[in-house]
């Protein structure tokens, strides 16, 4: 079954600086991976889905990229801003056969971004 | 965009009462889903579902039941809600059987049972 764990699990840098966030999973069978963002009490916001055909996925100041083969996602944030600070998750399918079977996140990474 | 709407953001439930949270989504999704989320322990699936009157357990599905009569609405029941089901629930749907699709997710409700 699928794990996935995310490297750091809080992180408080002062705004401006380049930043990445990482997460890495056990089963290299996946088929998507996506990156989320949660504020405080709030639900989940989508912010960037990369297939396993693609290496990179930009978004903005966001940028993500995957190694499936060595298990790996890294979230890189540019120039960060106070309005980042959230937590970032990272989800894959809870299966490799695809469909409909929900997804198994990482823990988080907490961003606190000091102004 | 896709909208996930989630009934309730805070509810307060006594032990033993049947509780219903409620999800609707507007895009004509076929898979809906219900998480928890609980500190140090992350989000976990409880539910899901891929047709109308069609459900699948997830990872922790004790103590919990699912209704799907129409196809926009997905709804998690508490048969006898517990204090150890005081939680965040988060309900999230997806396009389809394709693999190119993500998921989306409602604001969540913030259930405490006392």
């Known amino acids: 079954k699928q794990e996935v764990t995310q490297i750091p699990a809080a992180l408080s840098v002062p705004e401006g600086e380049n930043l990445v966030l990482n997460c890495s999973f056990t089963?290299?069978?996946?088929?998507?991976l996506q990156w989320f963002r949660q504020d405080p009490g709030k639900g989940l916001t989508s912010l960037l889905l990369?297939?396993?055909?693609?290496r990179e996925q930009t978004s903005g100041r966001l940028n993500a990229s995957l190694d499936k083969s060595s298990g790996r996602s890294t979230l890189y944030i540019a120039a960060s801003q106070p309005g980042d600070s959230a937590t970032y998750l990272c989800?894959?399918?809870?299966?490799?056969?695809?469909?409909?079977?929900?997804?198994?996140f990482g823990k988080g990474t907490h961003l606190i971004i000091q102004p | 965009d896709v909208k996930v709407t989630q009934s309730s953001r805070y509810l307060v439930k006594r032990t033993g009462e049947k509780v219903f949270l409620e999800c609707v989504q507007d895009m004509d999704h076929e898979n809906m889903f219900w998480y928890r989320q609980d500190p140090g322990l992350g989000l976990r699936l409880i539910y899901f579902?891929?047709?109308?009157?069609?459900?699948e357990k997830g990872d922790i599905p004790e103590g919990y039941s699912v209704s799907r009569e129409k196809k926009e609405r997905f709804s998690l029941i508490l048969e006898s809600a517990s204090t150890n089901q005081t939680s965040m629930y988060l309900c999230?749907?997806?396009?389809?059987?394709?693999?190119?699709?993500?998921?989306?997710f409602g604001s969540g409700t913030r259930l405490t049972v006392v």
């Open positions: 999230a749907t997806k396009p389809g059987q394709g693999l190119i699709y993500g998921y989306t």
């Open positions: 579902s891929y047709d109308v009157k069609m459900k």
């Open positions: 089963d290299s069978a996946i088929y998507n």
């Open positions: 990369i297939q396993s055909s693609q």
């Open positions: 989800a894959v399918p809870l299966y490799s056969g695809g469909g409909a079977d929900g997804l198994t």
